[in-house]
C-alpha cells in the first residue's frame, strides 16, 4: 500500500478528525485572568479577578464545573445595588455580595441558566461566586468582614 492509496488517505482523515473531536471534549475555558487567594469564612479559595466589563460579563458562563475551593471575585469601579443572573452559567452557584469596607452585604444561591435577577440586598462594590454550598460549608454570612486584598480596584 503506498501513501497516496486511498484506504491510507482515509485512514489519516479519521484519524485526524477523532483527535479533533477530542480536543473539543474538553469544553472548560481556559481562564487567563489573575487569581488571587483569600480567606472568605473558615476557607481559603483560589479566586479568579473579573475587573473590567468584558470579564465581568462573561464570568463564570459555559464552565461545567469549578474545583471546590475556586470561585470568582467580581470587582466593580462603584458601589450600588447589584443583581447577577446566570444566562449560559451551567454550574449551580452561591453568590457573596460584598461593600467597599470588605462587610458581607448578602449571601445568596443562584440556579443553572436563571436568567431571573439574583439581587444583593445593598449596595457591593464586589461580587464573589462560589459552587453551590460552598458558602455554607465556609460559614460566610451576612455581617460578617472579609480581609479584601489591598489594590483591588476595577480596570475600567
Known amino acids: 500500500m503506498s501513501r497516496c492509496d486511498p484506504a ?3 485512514a489519516a482523515a479519521a484519524l485526524l478528525g477523532l483527535l479533533l473531536l477530542l480536543s473539543g471534549c474538553d469544553n472548560k475555558p481556559q481562564s487567563n485572568l489573575p487569581t488571587i487567594q483569600m480567606q472568605l469564612g473558615n476557607k481559603s479559595f483560589t479566586l479568579e479577578v473579573a ?3 468584558a470579564t465581568r460579563t462573561y464570568g463564570l458562563m459555559r464552565r461545567d464545573e469549578m474545583p471546590s475551593d475556586h470561585g470568582m471575585l467580581f470587582v466593580f469601579p462603584d458601589e450600588v445595588e447589584r443583581g447577577f443572573w446566570m444566562k449560559n452559567t451551567r454550574i449551580p452557584l452561591d453568590i457573596v455580595f460584598v461593600n467597599t469596607s470588605g462587610q458581607v452585604v ?6 443553572a441558566y436563571d436568567t431571573n435577577t439574583t439581587p444583593s440586598d445593598g449596595p457591593a462594590m464586589y461580587a464573589i461566586e462560589l459552587n453551590q454550598g460552598a ?3 465556609a460559614q460566610i454570612t451576612a455581617g460578617m468582614r472579609l480581609k479584601l486584598p489591598p489594590g483591588l480596584k476595577a480596570r475600567d
Open 51 to 53: 475587573d473590567t466589563t
Open 8 to 10: 491510507h488517505r482515509f
Open 135 to 137: 458558602g455554607q460549608s
Open 106 to 111: 448578602s449571601v445568596k444561591q443562584m440556579k
